[in-house]
């Protein structure tokens, strides 16, 4: 059997072809789904960056298209967003409303010199298939800042304008626009709050209603921060939430504590889908799944890199705290092939039904009573097994992955990761999401998260419970394949 295909994903996506990181300018338009991505087509590191492209009409399937942005004159491609210019706010269309993208143009300059960035705009009339740089780029510059890029745009109808928000070196900064080419300078934001644990990356800011009242909304500000060597957990996206009045974003009391979108090492870069159809409502949002730690060493062939599965973002409140939740987009159930589904089952009786079962690619949901600790094995083949569950005396959702498979590429690849649980209701949930190179693990509805690669040889394939009382039974579990739909 050909190995290349032991590290591509059932259902998640990854380039055809070489070196992938960030997501970018990600766009609900005319029925497709739009993924961009951080694309050097020429190598398996990162090199000259360009935005690959993908589709998909249910979030589940991807198919990916010819590159959308190539590098010019000014510079390489790096992260930025897309948006549906309806109002023809640009002038780029006067037939019908199409797609404006804004991204960072990353410039090196000769030995010596800092790189220049700064955000440029493309068009495209034909769905995101060809693009046309504006000829007026760059059409926002600032020499305060090296650091200064991936800007996420979003129509502010308050206000009747663009709103942006850009890395700044370890702060964000937010602008407004009437039509996407005149930028004013609004705000800066993060100087003595949040991790500055590296640079500041990839923001996003939206709002959301918390415990879904429509007249309770907040906004959420996500951040990712770079790997910086001297802390372990390598690259990863924290976030806040507050108030924006179009101008100033105010954190509310909860952002003074540092708070992680995600608790495992693989979940970076990620941000939301703009326009999202209103009758949809939801905050949809893909990460890159993988750490810039190790990014470039990770097993790999032919292509590197992984987008997270889809997620649905939520605001929840418990004990009093806003909580970001994140669930799996409700279309990966289409994907869904039952292989058990069991109910009052003790660990003994689920070992005897997952006994000989050979999986790569599949989902579990469980159900587990208040104070039991339990959770599963994945991936188990000789000398290889990925450890989830839920340790109820710590009250924490973990991930294991020391004995995952190929774990030596880098010394703090191998480990454990564990998330708080917020408040453990009457029981505890466990929603687990298993590849060929990946686990994602949903605690508690989403509200405790970890998203972490593992590269387990293929034949690792199996799959068994564990739990500290033999006795206490699962109240419910859930296995079932995930599969392509069938075209
Ligand atoms: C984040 C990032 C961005 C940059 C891009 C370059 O992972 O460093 O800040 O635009 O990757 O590929």
């Not at 059997?1 to 990854?14: I, L, P």
């Not at 429509?214 to 806040?240: C, H």
């Not at 009052?344 to 997952?354: C, F, G, K, P």
Request: aromatic residues 12%; charged residues 20%; hydrophobic residues 40%.
């Amino acid at each position: 059997a050909s190995t290349k295909q032991n590290y591509r994903g059932v259902y998640h996506f990854s380039p055809q072809a070489k070196w992938m990181n960030d997501p970018n300018g990600m766009v609900y338009f005319e029925g497709e789904y739009h993924l961009f991505f951080q694309h050097h087509p020429d190598g398996m590191t990162m090199g000259a960056m360009h935005w690959g492209h993908a589709v998909s009409k249910d979030l589940v399937t991807w198919e990916e298209l010819p590159i959308a942005l190539f590098p010019d004159e000014l510079g390489m491609i790096f992260s930025g967003s897309a948006v549906v210019d309806w109002n023809n706010t640009t002038g780029f269309f006067a037939d019908k409303p199409g797609l404006v993208a804004i991204f960072t143009h990353h410039l090196d300059m000769p030995e010596g010199q800092p790189p220049v960035q700064r955000q440029s705009l493309a068009y495209s009339h034909d769905n995101g298939r060809t693009w046309t740089k504006y000829e007026g780029n760059p059409v926002l510059e600032d020499d305060a800042f090296i650091d200064f890029r991936d800007p996420k745009v979003f129509w502010n109808r308050e206000t009747g304008k663009w709103v942006m928000i850009v890395a700044c070196g370890q702060t964000v900064c937010l602008y407004h626009s009437p039509d996407l080419i005149h930028w004013t300078f609004a705000s800066e934001f993060g100087k003595g709050i949040g991790s500055h644990d590296g640079v500041w990356e990839c923001p996003d800011l939206f709002p959301l209603y918390v415990d879904g009242d429509t007249a309770n909304i907040k906004w959420v500000m996500l951040v990712s921060i770079g790997a910086d060597p001297a802390f372990a957990e390598g690259s990863r996206t924290q976030y806040f939430t507050g108030d924006f009045d179009g101008n100033v974003f105010t954190p509310d009391e909860d952002s003074r504590t540092i708070r992680w979108l995600d608790y495992g090492r693989d979940n970076y870069a990620g941000v939301s889908w703009s326009d999202v159809p209103e009758a949809d409502g939801r905050r949809l949002f893909i990460g890159w799944m993988s750490n810039w730690m190790y990014a470039p060493q990770t097993p790999a062939e032919e292509f590197r890199g992984a987008m997270t599965l889809p997620r649905e973002l939520y605001l929840e409140s418990r004990e009093g705290k806003i909580l970001l939740v994140q669930k799996p987009a409700q279309e990966l159930e289409a994907a869904r092939i039952p292989v058990l589904s069991l109910k009052d089952v003790t660990v003994q009786e689920i070992n005897a039904s997952l006994a000989g079962l050979q999986l790569d690619a599949y989902g579990i949901a469980a159900k587990l009573p208040r104070g039991m600790s339990a959770g599963f094995k994945v991936r188990v083949g000789a000398g290889e097994e990925t450890v989830t569950g839920i340790d109820a005396q710590t009250g924490e959702l973990y991930v294991d992955r020391a004995a995952s498979g190929q774990a030596g590429f880098h010394e703090h690849f191998p480990g454990r990761h564990s998330a708080a649980l917020q408040a453990p209701g009457e029981t505890n949930d466990l929603c687990i999401f298993v590849d060929r190179t990946s686990v994602e693990v949903f605690g508690n509805g989403g509200q405790a998260v970890i998203t972490d690669l593992i590269f387990p040889k293929p034949e690792s394939a199996g799959i068994a419970a564990f739990a500290d009382h033999e006795e206490t039974p699962f109240l419910s579990l859930e296995v079932y394949k995930l599969a392509l739909p069938a075209a």
